[in-house]
């Protein structure tokens, strides 16, 4: 063990490393970065650049004594001793080749705006203007985002509807063979895997079907970062074989709010497009903390991740179980996990169904939040959505397991448990409705707000994602039916939560101007 990384607390060493994960290397014990900043922060350094605070000496008082000293003398820039994220050449080189090699994919980059910026970089490496991509029409509006930017156009997938739990799950290989067949000029596939709710799709097949045809697969794993590291989590988008992975690293591992990473492999990729396109969209002052966090994140599961992650696992897996025993309360668990759109399931994620109690998930994350002191990730109609980390105690956990007890004992008393009229879910619409321009034409034509009942036949520019079922019902170019504005109303008037448009409400939509 080195005696920098024993005062960082994380009590590695390569032997250790090695143990994990033994095709890993002993280097996976270091952070590069990190203890280059480390070691920059001791130095009393006259500093005439950039942070303005000067490593803390000229910040806010109250924020530096919250903060910390230690944090804001990390609050550094691109120092020779720390290297520069667009042109890396030791520190940032090293930590990104270390992630690579732990990952599993050829080439790794840092990002430090999040999967937002990944998701736009994955799209705009793929496609020039006018080209097309085949997406779930529950991709992410960051993929949206990479569409308007790059000018492509979407063949959207639709995902596999889960009535029973209202919950929409991935899309099928069937479906992928589908949409390259009907769409051979489409530059690439793109999936999310998993979803917010942790399911996933038979990656391997789609991988080996996209690659059947000659395109890419590009993997939105915002949240599965953790996938990689446990032989009990479904299979990491890499491993499945994609082509370009985008995780949030900040989401579910140890990654400061907004550290995100991007893996590539190579062949069917222009990794040098890639480094392009980053340096298009990333800042010229990229945080190094939050880079930091990736290098100390990556060496956290490549040294530590299995045994850290068998235990998340378990006190999720227990989580479920004495859930389940509640009345009135569901979480569905991997049993689920048999055909298509719900191949496998990451069973850290709680999907908390509670009709049964007779109240809205929305009402739940509320109580939880304001007489529990429990903050949920998000909530649906029919269930609360908790993330279960290897930051969660067991006693984060025993906190949500009394408080459905009580909720449920409540629910009983007053009667209300099981009287709910929820409905589980309208189908979705058949269709979906007709595009008359790209999203990126959408975006960029002069816009009018109309109420939203009037807007039939009119050229949406928003994206309205109603939950349920969480699915864009509109994105930006397609054209507003008379259907499709009863659907969302319904939606509405029972409860659901829209998603997307500036006006939350549906009273005005954004169209394009006439
Ligand atoms: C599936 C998915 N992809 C991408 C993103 C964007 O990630 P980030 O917040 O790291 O920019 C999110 C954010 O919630 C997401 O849920």
New binding site residues.
């Given amino acids: 063990m080195t005696p920098e990384i024993a005062r960082t607390g994380h009590e590695v060493s390569a032997a250790s490393a090695e143990a994990v994960k033994p095709q890993l290397s002993p280097n996976q014990a270091r952070a590069p970065l990190f203890e280059a900043m480390r070691d920059y922060a001791k130095k009393d350094m006259a500093a005439f650049h950039t942070p303005g605070h000067k490593q803390g000496q000229g910040m806010d008082p109250e924020f530096r004594a919250t903060v910390g000293d230690g944090m804001l003398r990390m609050d550094l820039c691109e120092l020779p001793e720390v290297d520069n994220l667009h042109d890396p050449d030791h520190v940032i080189k090293e930590a990104q080749e270390l992630a690579a090699e732990a990952f599993g994919a050829d080439t790794t980059f840092f990002?430090v705006?999040?999967?937002?910026?990944?998701?736009n970089t994955m799209v705009m490496t793929v496609c020039d203007p006018g080209d097309k991509l085949i997406i779930p029409r529950n991709?992410?509006?960051?993929?949206l985002g990479g569409l308007i930017l790059s000018g492509a156009k979407p063949a959207y997938m639709r995902p596999v509807w889960d009535d029973d739990l209202c919950v929409a799950h991935g899309v099928t290989p069937e479906m992928v063979e589908a949409a390259l067949l009907e769409h051979p000029d489409a530059k690439g596939v793109l999936v999310?895997h998993p979803?917010?709710f942790g399911g996933t799709s038979d990656l391997k097949r789609i991988a080996d079907i996209c690659h059947a045809h000659g395109k890419p697969l590009l993997v939105?794993e915002?949240?599965g970062p953790h996938l990689h590291f446990h032989p009990a989590l479904p299979v990491s988008g890499i491993e499945a074989g994609a082509d370009m992975v985008?995780q949030?690293t900040?989401?579910i591992i140890s990654g400061m709010?907004?550290a995100?990473m991007l893996h590539v492999r190579n062949g069917l990729v222009n990794v040098n497009r890639v480094r392009n396109v980053l340096q298009l969209i990333h800042s010229t002052s990229p945080n190094y903390i939050l880079m930091a966090s990736l290098d100390t994140a990556r060496r956290q599961m490549a040294t530590q991740g299995k045994a850290l992650l068998e235990q998340t696992i378990a006190i999720a897996e227990d989580a479920r179980r004495r859930l389940n025993a509640i009345p009135g309360v569901y979480v569905f668990g991997r049993e689920r996990a048999t055909s298509g759109g719900l191949h496998d399931l990451d069973v850290t994620k709680l999907t908390i169904n509670v009709t049964g109690l007779g109240m809205t998930g929305f009402q739940a994350l509320d109580i939880l939040n304001e007489q529990f002191n429990i903050q949920s990730e998000m909530a649906t109609l029919h269930n609360v959505l908790l993330i279960v980390t290897i930051g969660n105690p067991q006693s984060d956990l025993d906190r949500v397991v009394d408080a459905f007890t009580f909720l449920s004992a409540q629910a009983e008393r007053l009667g209300s448990m099981g009287l709910s009229a929820l409905p589980t879910g309208l189908p979705m619409p058949d269709k979906l409705p007709v595009a008359k321009l790209t999203p990126r034409e959408a975006f960029f034509a002069p816009t009018d707000t109309i109420p939203f009942e009037a807007s039939e036949g009119r050229i949406c520019s928003e994206i309205v994602a109603p939950y349920p079922p969480g699915i864009p019902i509109l994105a930006p170019g397609e054209v507003i039916t008379k259907d499709l504005i009863a659907y969302l109303q319904v939606v509405h008037q029972m409860g659901g939560f829209i998603n997307g448009p500036e006006d939350v409400r549906l009273h005005t939509i954004k169209v394009v101007a006439e």
């Fill in positions: 990002l705006n999040g999967s937002t910026t990944g998701n991709a992410h509006k960051s993929v999310v979803t917010y939105d915002a949240h985008v949030s900040h989401k709010t907004q995100s």
